[in-house]
């Protein structure tokens, strides 16, 4: 009860700031099953005398990182871009459409439905086509990012712009208010949960894409870098790059996390969070 009540109360006074430290301050269980996870990763793999070309040990892992940082970061650096570019046309697209979509009942009865079919198809079934249009630059790379993304943006996102109910909305009409104060002052807030999950759900699949993508036709970026460490049989080097792969997306789910919290301070969400 003790800690409930100065958690609200540093939320209160601090905002955003108090939130993230106490989810720092609650992240010491996840960091201890970290922790553990690597311990009995080193553990089994020197009692069972696993041989290194297979599964290397977590701490020959970190080493070869160590050896070769400057190449990772740099290859880190590409991946990066492309994730952060796709995802962010995919955002800037993706909402607003969802917005005319679900405003309009031809589209919905149209685009709505081709948009749901291109978003079943798998992402690796266009990349080369992207590859072939592109040729083996950033942007078709980009583009393999930006299509994985903007599906489920665009698919929650038309959810949630629907998800008004009528009663809501003829309520809010008779207190004397126009359709654009209706929007911005109920729809937009009823929507964002709904958005938001698409977003999280793009974010999960961004850093897939650019690893997707940089298989099939790349020369630089951490999906390349692990295709050139796993043809040498280099597990070590690998293993390094993929750890950088799944701290990019972390740090790009994390940043949406962020958003949310701001955004939408008054979620049940957010309030369990605090």
Request: proline content about 4%; overall charge positive; glycine content about 8%.
């Amino acid at each position: 009860m003790a800690s409930g009540a100065v958690a609200n109360h540093l939320m209160k006074k601090h905002g955003i700031a108090a939130k993230v430290g106490i989810w720092i301050g609650e992240a010491y269980l996840p960091l201890l099953t970290g922790v553990f996870f690597f311990v009995l990763w080193e553990a089994l793999i020197r009692l069972l005398n696993v041989p290194r070309y297979i599964l290397p040990a977590p701490s020959a892992v970190f080493l070869e990182f160590a050896q070769h940082s400057r190449l990772i970061w740099y290859h880190t650096l590409v991946t990066a871009n492309e994730t952060f570019v796709g995802y962010a046309i995919a955002v800037v697209l993706g909402i607003p459409i969802s917005i005319f979509v679900a405003f309009s009942e031809t589209l919905q009865r149209t685009f709505y439905a081709a948009a749901v079919t291109l978003g079943m198809v798998p992402t690796i079934a266009f990349a080369p086509l992207f590859v072939v249009w592109f040729g083996f630059s950033f942007a078709s790379k980009m583009l393999v990012v930006f299509w994985v993304c903007f599906f489920p943006i665009l698919i929650n996102g038309i959810f949630g712009f629907l998800s008004l109910s009528d009663e809501l909305r003829h309520f809010s009409l008779s207190t004397g208010a126009d359709r654009v104060t209706t929007f911005w002052k109920i729809r937009l807030p009823a929507a964002l949960p709904q958005v938001f999950v698409g977003l999280k759900g793009a974010a999960i699949n961004a850093t897939v894409g650019a690893t997707i993508a940089e298989w099939i036709g790349g020369n630089a970026g951490l999906g390349y870098y692990i295709q050139v460490a796993t043809g040498d049989f280099n597990m070590r080097l690998a293993l390094a790059a993929i750890i950088m792969l799944t701290a990019l997306g972390l740090l790009l789910y994390f940043l949406v996390i962020l958003a949310e919290m701001k955004l939408m301070p008054w979620h049940e969400s957010q309030r369990e969070r605090g």
